[in-house]
């Protein structure tokens, strides 16, 4: 463990995709990440903004660090058309994007508090689905 954090992650809303259609990830047999010595010097200021929106509970700072470890994540276990997924959010309003760092599932994240959240799901749920992926709202 390298850090506990005192306070729960603030809820938010969650669109689910695996973007495997179903395949499976062993992870007992998953080689565990080897980061880079880069890698790991970036996950210092990330904690530190991980830090920040638990304790302020900012959905935004959130994201923003969600979708940073997802793009590391990138070498070791990339996910099928992270890109596209990321835009479809961007373009609705999601706050970021998070990944299983062990499996197949890209999540998009919004605010709940946001009055424009459950439009902007609907919308992003039914362009993921033009996309060719079936999303679930988590």
């Excluded at 970021?96 to 749920?125: C, I, W, Y």
Aim: hydrophobic fraction near 40%.
């Amino acid at each position: 463990m390298i850090e506990s954090f005192t306070n729960s992650l603030p809820p938010f809303d969650l669109i689910s995709v695996d973007t495997t259609g179903g395949q499976k990830v062993d992870t007992l047999a998953f080689e565990p990440a080897r980061y880079s010595p880069e890698e790991i010097e970036t996950f210092r200021p990330l904690r530190a903004l991980l830090r920040r929106a638990i304790k302020a509970s900012d959905f935004a700072l959130l994201g923003r660090a969600a979708t940073a470890s997802a793009w590391i994540n990138e070498r070791f276990l990339p996910k099928p058309r992270l890109t596209d997924i990321e835009t479809i959010g961007v373009c609705h309003g999601a706050v970021g994007v998070q990944v299983a760092h062990s499996g197949t599932v890209v999540g998009l994240m919004f605010d709940p508090a946001n009055e424009k959240t459950s439009d902007n799901m609907e919308r992003a749920m039914h362009d993921l689905r033009k996309s060719g992926f079936e999303p679930s709202i988590v």
